[in-house]
C-alpha cells in the first residue's frame, strides 16, 4: 500500500489542484475505518468526511463503506450492525450538511451548476470516448498517470473472477470496485471537463485510486501474494 501511493502523482497534487490530496485522505480513512472496522463513532465521523469529498460521490461512498464493513465482518467475525447504523448515520449527517453548506453558497440544497445543459457532454458516442478516456487517455487516464494502482486492482478483480470457485475466494467485493470504477468513469465523462479542467491529468478520478486500491489489498491480498 505504501508502495502504491509512493508512486502516485499524489505528492505533486497536494501543493497544484484543489484538494484532491485531501479527498484521497478522508476516503482511504474511511475504507480504512470500515476494513478495521474502528470503533462505530469513528466509522461515523469517517463517513461524514467521505461524503463531503463530492456531492456526486455518495453513492459510491456508500458501497465503499458497506463493502468494507461486510468483509470486517468476514474476516474477524464481529458484529458490525453498530457499525452500520453509525455509518449510516454519519453518511445522512455528512450530506445534511453539505446540503445546508450549498444553501449558503448557492440558495439551493444542490449545486445549479448540475443542471446546466452546456456544462454535460452530449452525444452517447462522445461519453463513451471520455468515459474511455478517465482509463486510458494519455492526457489524463488512470492507466498512464497511475499505472501502479490500477495494475493492483485489475490484477486483484481478474484473479478473483477467475479463481471464484477456490476455497475463500468471494467474487462480489470485486464486482463491486468494478461497479464503482464504471459508475465513476460514466460520471466523470458525462462531465464537459472529464479529467478535472484546470489540472494535468486525472484531478477527479485521482482520489478513489488509494480506497479502491485497499478495499483490493484487504478482500484479495492473499489471493494476489504468489503473483
Do not use: Q
Not at 12 to 26: K, M, P, V
Not at 30 to 40: D, E, M, S, W, Y
Not at 85 to 105: E, Y
Not at 152 to 163: E, R, Y
Amino acid at each position: 500500500f505504501i508502495a502504491i501511493l509512493f508512486s502516485s502523482p499524489l505528492l505533486w497534487y497536494a501543493r497544484t489542484t484543489a484538494g484532491e490530496a485531501l479527498a484521497t485522505g478522508l476516503l482511504v480513512c474511511f475504507v480504512g475505518a470500515t476494513l478495521l472496522p474502528a470503533h462505530p463513532f469513528v466509522v461515523a465521523l469517517a463517513a461524514i468526511g467521505a461524503v463531503w469529498t463530492k456531492e456526486t460521490s455518495y453513492p459510491f461512498v456508500a458501497a465503499l463503506g458497506v463493502t468494507g464493513l461486510l468483509l470486517a465482518a468476514r474476516r474477524t467475525g464481529m458484529a458490525v450492525r453498530p457499525h452500520f447504523i453509525w455509518g449510516a448515520a454519519g453518511f445522512a449527517a455528512g450530506i445534511v450538511a453539505a446540503s445546508l453548506f450549498n444553501v449558503v453558497r448557492y440558495g439551493e440544497v444542490i449545486s445549479p451548476n448540475f443542471f446546466e445543459e452546456r456544462l454535460h457532454t452530449h452525444g452517447v458516442a462522445r461519453r463513451l470516448e471520455y468515459t474511455l478516456g478517465v482509463i486510458v487517455s494519455p492526457s489524463g487516464g488512470m492507466f498512464v498517470f497511475w499505472p501502479s494502482v490500477c495494475i493492483l486492482v485489475l490484477a486483484a478483480c481478474v484473479a478473483a473472477i477467475a479463481w471464484r470457485n477456490r476455497p475463500g475466494v468471494h467474487v462480489w467485493p470485486a464486482l463491486v470496485i468494478l461497479a464503482v470504477i464504471a459508475g465513476l468513469s460514466v460520471g466523470f465523462a458525462s462531465w464537459w471537463t472529464p479529467f478535472g479542467w484546470s489540472a494535468i491529468g486525472p484531478r477527479l478520478a485521482l482520489p478513489w485510486g488509494l480506497p479502491l486500491g485497499l478495499l483490493a489489498i484487504a478482500a484479495y491480498g492473499d489471493v494476489l501474494r504468489p503473483l
